[in-house]
């Protein structure tokens, strides 16, 4: 979703910069135009000696199905291939353009062989390429680490004539509920499983049917049964990879947002589509409550069909500039999430925060996953651009500060260098929508102060009152040419002294290069 300045902010800028030209930063490139668009594929194939035939029936196919991967992406794909008996072997990690090397292996390498009785270790194939399983501890091969992308939609193709038996050569209850879980795991990342079963024995039929369905029917895939002999199944692949049906939940930054990508509207911070409340019930929205157990409600909206699919919420200390990983969350820190199937017209994820962390205050950050509902663009280190891309994913930062008149109220903001850049000049710009009658003062501290002032020292609006502390123009005011160096992290502590009752709202906004990176809107409550 979408980022830039609100009106007041660009007023704010205008008025305090305009002898410096500041460069906009570049839009996103559009995704390529494709049926399917960016793909990430595994193959997940039992090669015991029972499935000879399924094997013979996949080399004949196998062209024809990367073909088909290839042409549905746009060229814009990555394959893996991974195969099972009673241990797990890794052939092809995720990587793009990687088509000559899975045909190839399937072509001329791939056979039926060994595997000793059934069952097979089908179970833990699927938690090593969903889960990216390192081969330490485990009878597997090597690494699965590549890259599942936010951007692309995610397939894993399983094929067995087996019941799922971990590592022992047993099946058991244990089994069954492994298989379930990587299935709730594959629907947390977005991942269909799609699964064909080839019955070379119809013994144990009523067990694996029910598993595999469950794969598919919990990811949002399908489910296909092969001829014994294994005719079909590379038939039954290619039906598989023609499933990209789209759905599209967004969640809005503002209360114009429509669900455009990127989103050409305003602020990316302050979404209307999260709150925090007591408990499940609907309320009006409040500061969380440290110590105790609060549930981030997120509003997701549905103009497409019936879509399944997780919620994820983050927290973050209050502020901009913040950086996304895919594999650490970088800044943000996992509070919880929601599977569930959102409606035409959308529902309200509820997500519980159990033991809130003090100070309790926060930035909370909502993303949507869904197989059938991939980012638009690839996330990336700034969490303010992959906001205003993706309509997938919505910020709240909003602080409420009570206090009482010429009683000094703190509250914080956190800001960095989310540019992926070694360095780069930062702009903090205070604006008020509704200024706070008194004083609002803020404290850099030692280091930022320093940095401040190596940066030439530039401020519009402010007046120094303490060591390195500014009281500030409640109207506007900014601090200019903040040098910050990639990964770093500094909280400057806000102080509000109304001098009179009132129900007040400040906007302080970390800018880089003109382009809004983050802020909080500071709601300032004052009674006598």
């Not at 009006?284 to 409600?297: C, F």
């Amino acid at each position: 979703m979408r980022s830039s300045p609100r009106r007041g902010v660009l007023l704010a800028v205008a008025a305090l910069v305009a002898s410096t030209t500041q460069a906009t930063a570049p839009a996103a490139a559009a995704p390529v135009a494709s049926r399917c668009g960016p793909l990430d594929v595994v193959f997940v194939l039992d090669d015991t000696g029972s499935m000879g035939g399924a094997i013979a029936n996949l080399k004949t196919g196998v062209n024809a199905i990367v073909d088909d991967v290839v042409s549905a992406s746009g060229g814009d794909y990555q394959l893996g291939l991974v195969t099972f008996k009673d241990d797990v072997t890794v052939h092809s990690d995720l990587a793009p353009g990687n088509a000559a090397a899975v045909t190839g292996y399937v072509t001329n390498t791939l056979a039926a062989g060994a595997g000793g009785s059934e069952p097979e270790a089908s179970d833990e194939a699927l938690n090593t390429v969903v889960n990216n399983r390192a081969a330490a501890g485990r009878p597997q091969n090597a690494d699965f680490a590549g890259t599942w992308r936010s951007n692309a939609m995610k397939f894993v193709v399983l094929v067995t004539d087996a019941r799922p038996g971990g590592f022992d050569d047993a099946h058991g209850p244990t089994d069954v509920a492994n298989a379930a879980q990587w299935a709730n795991d594959a629907l947390a990342r977005g991942i269909k499983i799609s699964p064909v079963h080839v019955p070379t024995s119809t013994a144990h039929s009523p067990v694996i049917g029910p598993i595999m369905q469950n794969y598919a029917t919990t990811t949002g895939g399908l489910y296909l049964q092969a001829s014994a002999t294994g005719e079909g199944t590379a038939d039954s692949i290619r039906k598989f990879l023609t499933d990209c049906r789209r759905t599209d939940v967004f969640v809005r930054d503002q209360v114009t947002d429509t669900g455009a990508e990127p989103n050409p509207n305003g602020t990316v911070w302050n979404s209307p589509d999260i709150k925090v409340c007591p408990g499940l019930a609907d309320c009006a929205g409040i500061q969380p409550v440290v110590g105790a157990t609060n549930y981030v409600h997120v509003k997701l909206n549905n103009l497409s069909g019936s879509a399944t699919g997780t919620l994820k919420v983050y927290r973050t200390p209050a502020g901009g500039g913040t950086t996304w990983n895919s594999a650490t969350n970088g800044d943000w820190v996992f509070v919880g999430q929601q599977a569930l199937t959102v409606p035409t017209g959308g529902v309200v994820a509820k997500v519980p925060w159990a033991n809130v962390p003090g100070p309790g205050h926060f930035c909370l950050l909502a993303r949507w996953v869904s197989a059938t509902d991939p980012m638009t663009f690839a996330e990336g280190p700034n969490t303010a651009l992959n906001t205003k891309n993706n309509n997938n994913i919505a910020w709240k930062n909003l602080q409420t500060v009570r206090g009482r008149v010429l009683e000094p109220v703190r509250s914080w903001f956190t800001l960095g260098n989310a540019t992926g850049r070694e360095e780069v000049r930062t702009d903090l710009v205070l604006t008020g929508e509704k200024p706070v009658a008194g004083a609002v003062v803020i404290d850099l501290g030692r280091e930022l102060f320093e940095r401040w002032r190596a940066g030439g020292g530039k401020a519009e609006g402010v007046k120094q009152v303490g060591e390195t502390a500014f009281q500030v123009d409640p109207r506007r005011a900014a601090l200019l040419g903040v040098p910050l160096r990639a990964g770093e992290r500094f909280t400057a502590e806000l102080t509000f002294t109304p001098e009179a009752p009132g129900d007040y709202l400040v906007n302080l906004v970390q800018l880089v290069e003109g382009e809004d990176h983050g802020g909080v809107a500071y709601r300032v409550i004052t009674d006598r």
